[in-house]
């Protein structure tokens, strides 16, 4: 069979060019593993070529379709195949150079990255472990093509990753390479660069890493010791602008899933967490990122990349030591000098925070910073409503169900010292009072604070279509039953206060 003449290196095909120079490729591949006939540099700027038109799959039938294969020697039982996708199989994992290897696997991870049906040939084929095997290398383009594989077959395929765990030490060589990472970050250091590869590298196993404690949750906790290698990546990596995007991302993911208290496995004599030097160092290196985030992105933006964050200083909070979560709501509630406007509206991050807190276009992330500002609260509405005000409270007392606090419109004030066992028992102490000065309690406001009413007095008859359309407002609210409210006007008359005029 005459073959089609090659191309020149690099030239972009479509159509049935593009199909026919792919065929030609994978006949002189696949004519290679029966006889041997090509020297390495031939066998490698073959791939290269084939690379370039694995970039698109369109018109790239012949990589995809499945044939009777009628080389045995290459087939792996004889069966229908996939044929181009066992000829790269061949290539990466069954050759002697790893240079050739590394060129093929560059090849099958663009094609299984898009075309989804070619996750499930490559199991089929049995190749899987082999890309485990892969990334026990210390090398970072066998750790990234390896772990790109595996964490394509996480989606639409059927492999047995436990398999994986129990026989290839699947965790083990994943620990290892964050390890590898931990230590190339810390001694680079936040104002020196890692090579590109190093952060590929390191992205592909993070993701690979989030997705098998998302789908295995029983073996997360063998990820546990990693806990220690993710938290020095993020404390040395440089913060990009803006900052939620990867690699950045990808560490915050991976943290969500891993046994973060270590309760199951006991790596840790001190939790990594809080250490030793500076309990407060991580609690501070995420919420500043969360500092960041909120300013560069759009609250639709922040929906997305956000709301893990969010989560994971959430989950932190949770079982962290006293002074640690009395630093964090230092942080990230309103504190007193906001109080000389309304809450919600300075340019802090608890004022960031209170807006996402009643976003329309960020329903995940509003629902997640609302819960994290009532446990910073203590669970507590009365508390809650001192802390963010009546206004950023209402709605998520009432949604959850939760008793709105009998005395919650009424202005309260405190002459409680400011001191560390105060601030304990009572976080609302510390942003709902100053010295003893009234707070507004529905917008937090201190009461000396508020603006001046300039306005001309309201003449009789104002009053009187002003009282009446409160009076209907009441009616309305007291008619839907989400609130037991007394309409005051009804109150005043019972109480025979309204005075007969002549």
């Known amino acids: 069979m005459a073959l089609s003449p090659p191309v020149p290196l690099g030239q972009v095909l479509c159509g049935s060019e593009k199909i026919d120079e792919v065929t030609r490729l994978l006949n002189v591949l696949e004519l290679d593993l029966k006889e041997k006939n090509l020297l390495p540099p031939k066998r490698n700027a073959t791939l290269e070529e084939l690379k370039i038109h694995t970039r698109s799959v369109d018109d790239a039938d012949p990589m995809l379709t499945e044939r009777v294969n009628y080389n045995r020697s290459v087939a792996t039982d004889g069966a229908n195949v996939c044929q181009g996708i066992n000829i790269l199989c ?10 050739t290897a590394r060129s093929a696997l560059k ?17 089929d084929l049995g190749w899987a472990p082999k890309a485990a095997e892969r990334i026990k290398n210390d090398n970072r383009d066998d750790e990234f093509l390896g772990s790109r594989l595996l964490f394509l077959t996480t989606y639409e395929t059927n492999l047995d990753f436990e398999d994986l765990f129990e026989n290839h030490q699947l965790a083990e060589s994943i620990n290892t390479n964050l ?17 590109l590869f190093n ?11 989030f997705n098998l404690t998302q789908y295995y949750p029983d073996h997360a906790p063998t990820f546990t010791k990693s806990l220690l290698h993710i938290l020095k990546i993020l404390a040395n990596i440089k913060i990009p602008v803006p900052p939620l995007q990867p690699p950045i991302t990808y560490l915050i993911n991976s943290l ?17 967490l809080f250490p030793k030097f500076d309990p407060n160092s991580n609690a501070d290196r995420l919420i500043k990122i969360l500092d960041s985030g909120v300013r560069q992105y759009k609250a639709e933006q922040l929906e997305q990349v956000a709301t893990p964050l969010v989560s994971l200083i959430r989950k932190i909070y949770g079982f962290a030591p006293d002074t640690v979560k009395l630093h964090v709501r230092f942080l990230l509630l ?3 000098e906001e109080r000389a406007q309304p809450l919600g509206k300075s340019d802090t991050l608890s004022a960031h925070l209170l807006r996402l807190s009643t976003s329309a276009v960020a329903p995940g992330l509003r629902e997640t910073v609302s819960n994290f500002l009532f446990e910073l609260s203590d669970r507590d509405a009365t508390s809650f409503v001192r802390n963010v005000g009546y206004g950023f409270a209402s709605g998520f007392l009432l949604t959850h169900d939760l008793p709105v606090p009998e005395n919650a419109l009424e202005a309260w004030s405190t002459n409680a010292d400011d001191d560390t066992e105060a601030l304990l028992q009572d976080p609302g102490e510390r942003v709902t009072n100053i010295n003893g000065v009234e707070i507004n309690p529905v917008t937090g406001q ?37 609130v037991n409210v007394q309409n005051p006007v009804t109150k005043a008359m019972h109480e025979s206060r309204f005075e007969e005029i002549e």
């Open 90 to 99: 061949q290539h990466s994992f069954k050759g002697n150079s790893l240079v």
């Open 446 to 482: 201190r009461r000396d604070k508020e603006p001046l009413d300039s306005g001309a007095e309201m003449t009789q008859e104002e009053k009187e279509r002003e009282a009446e359309r409160l009076f209907v407002l009441f009616e309305r609210l007291r008619a839907t039953g989400v």
């Open 107 to 123: 090849c099958l991870a663009n094609v299984m990255l898009l075309e989804p049906s070619t996750r499930q040939k490559f199991v």
């Open 334 to 336: 309103p504190s007193n």
């Open 179 to 195: 390890a590898r990472h931990a230590k190339v970050f810390s001694k680079a250091g936040p104002k020196s660069p890692v090579p």
């Open 256 to 272: 969500l899933n891993l046994d973060l208290e270590d309760k199951k496995a006991g790596h840790f004599m001190q939790n990594p």
């Open 199 to 209: 952060v590929l590298a390191l992205s592909e196993t993070l993701k690979l890493l």
